[in-house]
């Protein structure tokens, strides 16, 4: 289907500016990799292109429509946006009001951005000085998380699963990144009565960088215990 009647169909039609970019998006796909390898048709595409377009703009999107012309599920719809958003190389946005509002927790809101700019502040103080300035908190993974072990602490139910793929992450990096803020933010996420120190938590690694045998406490820094170290990789990619 063309992109201009997808537009019409998605109320998106007086914005021209959406559909051009959503145009360059699409032959960018077809330029960078097969979509149908990924596992996104050509309607689904197109669909995703508007959609990333449109959030770039700061356009509404009625996603829920795009999932019905889809002809996919919704969970399908996301898995596909994730794949072809990644591929596209395109910054995943994640907006706490936004999650907020999809999962009927809303009055987790202050709760949920007081609790980020807490665990950026103590994870930066807890890195060497030379390397704070790098530290990076813009990925998705992080509001995610702190918005799901709000929610937990609150005792309201979030579906993991599907706050997982709507970050565009994996279980095992969201996981890891859930460690790190249970340790080092325990008066706000944690839900047991042991509050850990940063410089204090130990498990089978020691505490920082890639070559962590030949690391001490005292050089600062923190990883988690869980999987692989996706923490320290993400947030030192410049």
Request: net charge positive; charged share 30%; proline share 3%.
């Amino acid at each position: 289907m063309d992109l201009s009647e997808l537009a019409k169909k998605l109320s998106l039609s007086e914005s021209k500016l959406v559909v051009r970019k959503a145009a360059e998006l699409r032959r960018l796909s077809d330029v960078l990799f097969d979509s149908s390898i990924i596992g996104v048709g050509e309607v689904a595409k197109a669909l995703i292109c508007l959609e990333i377009a449109a959030t770039r703009l700061g356009v509404l999107f009625d996603r829920s429509c795009a999932v019905r012309l889809s002809g996919l599920s919704e969970r399908a719809y996301i898995r596909c946006y994730n794949s072809l958003h990644n591929g596209l190389g395109v910054k995943m946005k994640l907006d706490v009001r936004e999650l907020a509002i999809q999962f009927g927790c809303v009055r987790i809101i202050p709760f949920v951005r007081d609790g980020l700019k807490l665990y950026k502040d103590r994870f930066t103080a807890s890195l060497p000085v030379s390397r704070r300035a790098s530290a990076d908190f813009t990925r998705p993974v992080f509001t995610a998380v702190a918005f799901y072990l709000c929610a937990k602490k609150h005792k309201l139910k979030v579906d993991k699963v599907r706050l997982i793929e709507l970050c565009g992450t994996s279980e095992s990096e969201f996981s890891s990144v859930s460690t790190t803020m249970k340790d080092l933010c325990h008066d706000v996420f944690g839900v047991g009565k042991e509050k850990k120190d940063p410089r204090e938590v130990k498990s089978n690694r020691e505490l920082l960088d890639v070559l962590p045998s030949k690391r001490k406490p005292e050089d600062g820094g923190y990883l988690s215990d869980e999987g692989p170290e996706v923490i320290m990789n993400n947030l030192n990619r410049a």
